[in-house]
């Protein structure tokens, strides 16, 4: 049943869609804006000319000048695109804008999606299924896009860039035989030579042309990890809920479905951003060091500044299933490596 602060939100969100807003650059043609309410939430219906790409931004105050935030990034196409908005980040009336947003050119980065800015809500609410403590629901911004890997980093990737191999899953390991499948993702891999080997591909690719010279490889931060992992949705899995984990193995390769070995990238389904084993096959070091995550709205995180551990997120092989929510989280000793965690690479520019 739609509330009347609801109706009086979708109202606010119509006035300030029809409205005309000014865009630095060449003209276009400005997308059309109409408003719902979809799951008891003010949600946002985006029409426009197929491939371009917009910014849908709220602000809580029209004042002089009006703050506004970025709330999702999205290539349009011929279908409406749907951005529901779950307030987390500022309370009160939202009023809507849509910003062009171009995806960055003269990058040639195969096997990747450009993610652009965004507010999401990150960590698990108290009543989520086999939440765990360290989940402290918290509204985050990032206001900046990036390109992230659809993949994990395979061992054939590892290889050609480090000219080696530490992966436990090939070749023969004591009475077992598990191949040579260089398909699979990359893990044993400590933390520090995830970041070597960011920084030998962002020297490869830049000596090839094939990145400007102030874009990099890195690891992503613990945020972009969850919003890429999420896609805009605040449920345990980027498919749904799933408390019985009844379709996780649509998605995942875990302990359920595993035979005890990760498995060559790709073959499960792809959460709604295109991207490929973040539920499962191997955990993925990330940026951050660990610690508690903050109560309030935070722009850009990049972790505690201090500590030694370092986050692994995502599910692996050996994982049960309320370790590959979307906001399980966990961490580890940075210079020790583990069969069960690898990694992913983001593509960003350099502060």
């Not at 799951?39 to 105050?61: D, E, I, K, R, Y």
């Not at 395979?154 to 992966?167: F, I, K, W």
């Not at 649509?250 to 070995?261: I, Q, V």
Request: glycine content about 12%; overall charge neutral.
């Amino acid at each position: 049943m739609m509330t009347r602060a609801l109706v009086s939100s979708i109202r606010l969100l119509l006035g300030a869609a029809v409205g005309s807003f000014a865009l630095a650059g060449p003209a276009q043609t400005q997308p059309l804006l109409s408003g719902r309410v979809e799951a008891g939430m003010p949600a946002v219906l985006m029409a426009g000319a197929p491939g371009t790409s917009w910014t849908l931004q709220f602000s809580t105050n029209l004042g002089s000048p009006p703050t506004w935030f970025p709330l999702a990034t999205l290539t349009l196409s011929n279908t409406p695109s749907l951005v529901v908005d779950y307030p987390g980040a500022g309370a009160g009336r939202r009023f809507y804008r849509a910003v062009s947003h171009p995806v960055p050119t003269g990058i040639v980065a195969s096997n990747m999606v450009y993610l652009g800015p965004a507010t999401f809500l990150m960590g698990s609410p108290s009543n989520e299924v086999d939440r765990a403590g360290n989940e402290t629901l918290h509204p985050v911004t990032l206001t900046r896009g990036f390109f992230i890997a659809k993949y994990p980093v395979t061992q054939a990737e590892y290889q050609s860039v480090t000219g080696g191999n530490p992966s436990y899953f090939n070749g023969v390991r004591g009475a077992t035989d598990y191949g040579t499948d260089l398909n699979r993702p990359v893990e044993s891999v400590y933390w520090f030579l995830a970041g070597y080997y960011c920084e030998a591909l962002t020297q490869r690719e830049r000596q090839a042309g094939r990145i400007p010279a102030n874009w990099a490889y890195r690891l992503p931060t613990e945020a972009e990890w969850e919003y890429a992992c999420r896609a805009g949705l605040p449920t345990r899995f980027s498919y749904g809920d799933d408390p019985g984990y009844v379709s996780l193995g649509n998605y995942a390769w875990y302990s359920a479905n595993s035979n005890g070995r990760t498995h060559a990238v790709g073959q499960k389904w792809p959460n709604p951003f295109g991207l490929h084993d973040l539920h499962g096959n191997v955990y993925e070091w990330v940026q951050d060091l660990y610690g508690n995550y903050p109560t309030g709205w935070v722009f850009d995180p990049q972790g505690p500044d201090s500590g030694y551990n370092r986050v692994f997120r995502s599910g692996a092989w050996s994982a049960v299933g309320k370790f590959c929510r979307a906001a399980s989280r966990s961490s580890a000793d940075p210079g020790i490596p583990y069969n069960y965690i690898g990694f992913r690479v983001v593509l960003a520019p350099q502060p």
